[in-house]
């Protein structure tokens, strides 16, 4: 059964969609920002390059991102790695390969 919307509640769910859209983007560029920090932080203060090559100096970033992406897929579902209409795409494409081959 598809439910019918009035404008205003459209209006609601589009600006809902509009702000936790925002609120992902806010997210990815604090992580971004202070993961580039903390990790010219800890070539500064540890004295080189060579903490780049140990794992510790990683894990904020990893777990971190861990988190990014589970509200990423909170934010665009699936879409964010497959397309809207990938499915459909796909579907198409193989019926038309199908039958180029078969009328071949």
């Known amino acids: 059964m598809k439910t019918e919307y009035t404008e205003e509640q459209k209006y ?3 600006k809902k969609k509009v702000k936790s859209i925002k609120g ?5 560029m604090v ?6 920090f903390l990790l010219i932080a800890k070539v500064f203060s540890d004295g080189g390059t060579e903490v780049l090559w140990e794992w510790q100096s990683y894990n904020t ?7 990014l992406a589970f509200h990423a897929f909170g934010v ?10 990938w499915e459909d795409q796909k579907i ?6 199908d039958k180029r081959e078969f009328w071949e």
């Open 12 to 14: 609601l769910r589009a």
């Open 24 to 28: 992902f983007y806010v997210h990815l």
């Open 31 to 36: 992580y971004l920002l202070v993961n580039a």
């Open 61 to 67: 970033i990893l777990f971190w991102g861990i988190g």
């Open 76 to 85: 665009f579902g699936m879409d964010i790695l497959l397309g809207k209409n």
């Open 92 to 97: 198409k494409e193989y019926m038309d390969k």
